[in-house]
Structure formats: C-alpha cells, structure tokens
C-alpha cells in the first residue's frame, strides 16, 4: 500500500444476470487507486458505470470479480454485518435523488443514521441540529422534505451523510437537481470538508465540479478509458 492510499481496486468487474442472455457488464476490469484526503470525480456518460463504482467502493454491493482494498484491507471478502459496519462508522452517501424519508423532519432525517447505535434521542436532535445549523438550515429544521427547495434538500442529505462524522464521502451525480447558485454552496461544502481532511467521491459531468477535483477517472461503458487532472 502507498503511504497516502486509502482506496484501492484491483481488475473489479460487476456483471447482472451473469451467463445468462440479458447479461448486463456495469464493469469490467476496473483498477484505481485513491489518496487520503483527495477530492476525486468519476465522469462519463449515463450507463458508463459510475454510481456502480462508486456502490462497490461504499461497500453497498460486492463485486462479481476484483479486489476492493480499504486501508490496504481487501474487503470484498467481508461479511455483510462486517460490510454494514464499514458504511455506519466510516463511509458517508449522499444520493443523487436525496432518499429522504418523506415523514421525518429535516433534524429527524439527519438524525436517523444513528439511531441503531442506541443514541438518545436528546444526543441524536443535538448533533442533527448542529450539523443543520453549520449548513444552513437551523430555520428549516423542523420542516419535512415536500416543504424544503431542492438545495435545501440536498443539504440536509449531507447533513445525514455527516452524522457519524465519516473518513470517505460519497455524492453520487450531486449537482443534477440543483441550480447553479446551489452548486456553488455545494462546492464550498466540499472544499470545506477536504480541507478537514475528508476523501471525497463524486460522479458529476458539471464542469464547476470537474475544476476543482484532485482527480478525474473517465469511465464508459464500464471501462476505465481515462485519468486526468483538471
């Protein structure tokens, strides 16, 4: 393992209905390697492959073939209560259309990760008002999704991304519902958390996202054809 390297996979393939007719390659034989602390986007064209990458690597599902290596650990080989563990204290996901529970509040919505850690509801409304404050929203705290604008949605998912205080980041296509004075906010979000130390994920094609990345990995049809810097 290099000094820096968080993130590592080795020829990581993910293939549906494998042998079968309708047999679906979402990846074929992906090798990269991720630093600590860097902000890196994964761009290509819808179906490339990127919100599959981006799930193994989160460990929310496993790969048909390949080796994923978190601190130089394969994981890929983890149980799914070892897995599951792995996503709760050390991997944050922001979805691309939010996955906010439509009868929560915002502060509840941000809370609810840490309610299978046996958290007090007290310490739980604590840091979930916290971490809405620190992005904005302490007036919309209370306030369920249907009546949050699409920025202030997103922003209480990276508030629930952020709850257990996560190492990695993952934002999967986080500038598609959102308007340009948004994706600004947005942008300072995530400078901000690198310059903490987070490493961040992102799958965009949004050239203010593409800017300011560490690192772009182009994919297409589920090849990586590419690595560049901005």
């Known amino acids: ?3 820096n390297e968080l993130i590592r996979c080795e020829g990581v393939w993910k293939v549906y209905n494998e042998g079968r007719p309708y047999e679906v390659r979402a990846l074929e034989d992906v090798s990269l390697r991720i630093q600590r602390g860097s902000f890196t986007l994964f761009s290509g064209p819808s179906g490339s492959g990127k919100t599959t990458l981006m799930c193994i690597i989160g460990t929310i599902h496993r790969p048909s073939r390949g080796g994923v290596y978190l601190n130089g650990k ?3 080989g983890f149980s799914d209560a070892a897995l599951s563990r792995i996503r709760r204290e050390r991997i944050g996901f922001v979805f691309q259309n939010f996955n906010l529970i439509p ?3 915002a ?3 941000t809370a609810a990760p840490i309610i299978p850690l046996c958290v ?4 739980r409304r604590q840091r979930a008002l916290q971490l809405l404050n620190r992005l904005g929203l302490m007036e919309r705290a209370h306030h369920r ?3 949050l604008s699409g920025g202030e949605q997103q922003r209480v998912a990276i508030a629930r991304a952020l709850i257990n205080d996560p190492e990695i980041i993952i934002l999967d296509e986080p500038t598609s519902n959102i308007d340009v004075e948004n994706i600004s906010l947005l942008i300072g979000i995530l400078e901000d958390l690198r310059a903490k130390g987070k490493t961040i994920l992102a799958s965009s094609h949004d050239e203010s996202m593409l800017k300011r990345a560490d690192l772009i990995f182009e994919l297409r049809r589920g090849h990586l054809t590419g690595i560049r810097t901005p």
């Open 103 to 105: 009868k929560l509040s």
């Open 145 to 147: 999704p249907e009546e």
């Open 74 to 76: 394969d994981i890929s």
């Open 120 to 123: 007090t509801e007290r310490e």
């Open 1 to 3: 393992m290099r000094d």
């Open 107 to 109: 502060w509840e919505n």
